[in-house]
């Protein structure tokens, strides 16, 4: 996966790595211009980490539970990442909260993927709340990275209708393949080619401000 004069991307996971995998066929296939240069988990048991031997990527795996602090596992990660010479950071199932050093360390050069509407149902267990909650949509986002919970600037989203009798199973499932699989790659695209930025707090692409989420009819094509 070594590509010369490309930008240097980190993954960072926790599970199965569903969207890890379509990060890396985007990269093989040439959509997004970059090289995968680390898969981090703080899971040793991550499934994901196979994709990524798999794949011939590096992987490092930081347990959480192995520090004393939740400063020291960021101090931790953070070094690996210098070592590894990253440029950006994909936050993809990445299930523990950064601190504010690391997060200001790698301001406007992370972006996660979140199962909901933001700002809906920030943290965990999306689907079953917007299911308890009667929404009739749901959905997944990307967005920078900052210090509130899954609440940075957003960059686009999807949304798909909620079905009747639908479990948060079946729900998740439909979120995944429809939505996050193709919106974090192009996201990932955007800002490996220097066209995604954060400008004071804002997202820009191709020098114009993001005001509101993009959605999926600004996908290009392949996405």
Same mark, same amino acid.
């Given at each position: 996966?070594?590509?010369?004069?490309?930008?240097?991307?980190?993954?960072?996971?926790?599970?199965?790595?569903?969207?890890?995998?379509?990060?890396?066929?985007?990269?093989?296939?040439?959509?997004?211009?970059?090289?995968?240069?680390?898969?981090?988990?703080?899971?040793?048991?991550?499934?994901?980490?196979?994709?990524?031997?798999?794949?011939?990527?590096?992987?490092?795996?930081?347990?959480?539970?192995?520090?004393?602090?939740?400063?020291?596992?960021?101090?931790?990660?953070?070094?690996?990442?210098?070592?590894?010479?990253?440029?950006?950071?994909?936050?993809?199932?990445?299930?523990?909260?950064?601190?504010?050093?690391?997060?200001?360390?790698?301001?406007?050069?992370?972006?996660?993927?979140?199962?909901?509407?933001?700002? $809906?149902?920030?943290?965990?267990?999306?689907?079953?709340?917007?299911?308890?909650?009667?929404?009739?949509?749901?959905?997944?986002?990307?967005?920078?990275?900052?210090?509130?919970?899954?609440?940075?600037?957003?960059?686009?989203?999807?949304?798909?209708?909620?079905?009747?009798?639908?479990?948060?199973?079946?729900?998740?499932?439909?979120?995944?393949?429809?939505?996050?699989?193709?919106?974090?790659?192009?996201?990932?695209?955007?800002?490996?080619?220097?066209?995604? $930025?954060?400008?004071?707090?804002?997202?820009?692409?191709?020098?114009?401000?993001?005001?509101?989420?993009?959605?999926?009819?600004?996908?290009?094509?392949?996405?």
């Amino acid at each position: 996966m070594l590509s010369p004069n490309r930008p240097r991307l980190a993954v960072l996971i926790s599970g199965r790595g569903r969207n890890l995998q379509a990060l890396i066929q985007a990269v093989r296939d040439g959509r997004i211009p970059a090289e995968l240069a680390l898969v981090a988990s703080n899971r040793a048991a991550a499934p994901g980490l196979t994709l990524a031997h798999s794949a011939g990527i590096p992987t490092a795996v930081l347990e959480h539970n192995a520090f004393a602090s939740r400063e020291a596992f960021d101090a931790a990660l953070a070094q690996t990442l210098r070592g590894c010479g990253v440029d950006f950071l994909l936050l993809a199932g990445f299930m523990r909260v950064l601190g504010a050093g690391f997060v200001e360390e790698f301001a406007g050069r992370m972006l996660n993927i979140h199962p909901s509407l933001l700002p $809906k149902y920030a943290g965990l267990d999306t689907h079953r709340r917007a299911l308890a909650a009667g929404e009739t949509e749901h959905g997944a986002t990307v967005h920078f990275v900052s210090g509130a919970l899954d609440g940075g600037p957003r960059v686009i989203q999807g949304a798909v209708r909620v079905q009747p009798g639908e479990d948060p199973a079946t729900l998740a499932e439909r979120v995944l393949e429809r939505l996050e699989l193709r919106i974090f790659p192009q996201a990932a695209a955007w800002i490996a080619r220097g066209e995604l $930025k954060l400008v004071d707090g804002v997202p820009h692409l191709r020098g114009r401000r993001v005001e509101r989420p993009l959605t999926m009819d600004h996908l290009e094509e392949g996405f």
